[in-house]
């Protein structure tokens, strides 16, 4: 009983690769369009890439955040930054330049190195 049950499922998957239905979730990467290029999007098999090298902002005047969302090519780098929301236009620009010399662990699909974007804020402490 147990062969015939594996048997049909092994018979199952194989029919719906054959018939282009089946999908291997592990492979369902969604890609969006950035002033870089196509990137792969943070979620199922892409795993959200890590900090290898930080550069700080430059203070500001007051406490505040930036929500930014980052292009990161295949190499870890940072190449487009996108400033969501900020505080204010002060650390907007800080964020925006310490972000784009931060350097990221690169980011694999399937084997092969893909641009991801990536979302992260920034806190600014109060001065003094």
Do not use: H
């Given at each position: ?118 979302e992260l804020k920034i806190t600014f402490k109060q001065p003094g």
């Amino acid at each position: 009983m147990l062969k015939a049950t594996r048997f049909l499922a092994a018979l199952s998957i194989a029919a719906g690769l054959l018939s282009g239905c089946y999908s291997d979730p592990a492979y369902d990467v969604r890609y969006v369009d950035t002033p870089v290029g196509k990137a792969a999007v943070i979620g199922g098999p892409v795993r959200e890439p890590k900090v290898i090298a930080r550069v700080n902002p430059d203070p500001t005047n007051t406490a505040g955040f930036v929500q930014a969302r980052v292009v990161i090519d295949e190499n870890g780098l940072v190449k487009n930054v996108e400033i969501l929301s900020a505080t204010d236009n002060a650390a907007a620009e800080s964020a925006k330049a310490a972000l784009l010399q931060w350097k990221f662990t690169p980011t694999f699909v399937q084997g092969a190195p893909v641009k991801v974007v990536y979302e992260l804020k920034i806190t600014f402490k109060q001065p003094g």
